[in-house]
C-alpha cells in the first residue's frame, strides 16, 4: 500500500492514530511486538486449517496495526535505532509465518505441488529483497526501489487468499485460484525485483571500489 499510494500519504492518514495510541502509554517498540505476534499466531493456526478468508483478516488487521509504530515514533519525535532494527526483524518473522501457513495449506488441504512451490519462491524471495538492501545499506550502498516491496507483498498475498476463503465458502469454484494466480504473480515479480536490487547496488557509487584486504592478527607464539 505504500508504494502504492505514498508514504506520505500513508503517514499523514495514520498521523492521528499514532498520536493518540501515544496517549494510552504504549511504546511503539511494544505495537510491534503486538502486531508480530498476533500475526504470526493467526497465520500459523488460521492459513494451515483452511481459515482463509478469517485469516486473511486477522492478520490485515494486525499488520495495519503494526505500522502505527511508526506513526507513534513521530509523534513521540522521533524513533530508536533499536526501534528500527526491532521493527525489521519482526516484518520478517511475520513474513516466514504468513508463507510458512500457506505452504503448509498447499500441501496438507490442496495437495498441490505448484502452489507449494510458487509460495516457497516467495518466501526466499521477500527475504533476499530486504536483505540486500539491509546489506548495501550498511556498506554505505543504495538498493531501492523494484517492482515488489513488502506493503505490496501483502496486499497480493492476503488479496489471493481472501479471495480464496470467499470462494470455498460460498462454492465459487473459479474463485478459489484466486490464491494460485496472486502466488505465481508475486513470485515472478519477487524473482524480478531480487534482480533490480542486485543491480541497483551494482550501480551505486562506490559499489566497484576494491576492498583492501584486512590483516590477519598475529598468532600468539608458543612460548620457548
Known amino acids: ?53 478469517w485469516g486473511t483478516i486477522v492478520i490485515w488487521l494486525f499488520v495495519m496495526f503494526d505500522m502505527l509504530d511508526g506513526a507513534m515514533a513521530r509523534a513521540r519525535g522521533g524513533g530508536t535505532k533499536y526501534g528500527a532494527v526491532l521493527d525489521a526483524t519482526c516484518d520478517r518473522v511475520a513474513d516466514g509465518a504468513i508463507f510458512a501457513g500457506l505452504a503448509w495449506w498447499a500441501v496438507y488441504h490442496e495437495n498441490s505441488k505448484q502452489l507449494l512451490a510458487a509460495t516457497l519462491v516467495v518466501l526466499v524471495t521477500s527475504q533476499v529483497i530486504s536483505y540486500a538492501k539491509a546489506r548495501a545499506e550498511a556498506s554505505g550502498l543504495s538498493a531501492d526501489g523494484g517492482l515488489i516491496e513488502r506493503p505490496d507483498r501483502l496486499i497480493i498475498v492476503l488479496v489471493g487468499a481472501g479471495l480464496t476463503g470467499i470462494g470455498g465458502y460460498w462454492g465459487i469454484e473459479w474463485l478459489t485460484w484466486a490464491v494460485y494466480v496472486a502466488m505465481w504473480i508475486l513470485a515472478v515479480l519477487s524473482i524480478v525485483t531480487v534482480f533490480q536490487r542486485v543491480l541497483a547496488v551494482r550501480s551505486s557509487p562506490g559499489a566497484r571500489d576494491v576492498i583492501a584486504p584486512t590483516r590477519r592478527a598475529a598468532e600468539p607464539q608458543e612460548p620457548a
Open 1 to 53: 500500500m505504500l508504494s502504492f499510494f505514498g508514504r506520505e500519504t500513508f503517514s499523514k492518514a495514520t498521523a492521528p492514530l499514532g498520536k493518540a495510541l501515544v496517549k494510552t502509554g504504549l511504546t511503539p517498540d511494544a505495537v510491534t511486538v503486538i502486531g508480530t505476534v498476533a500475526s504470526i499466531a493467526a497465520a500459523v493456526t488460521l492459513f494451515p486449517t483452511g481459515h482463509l478468508f
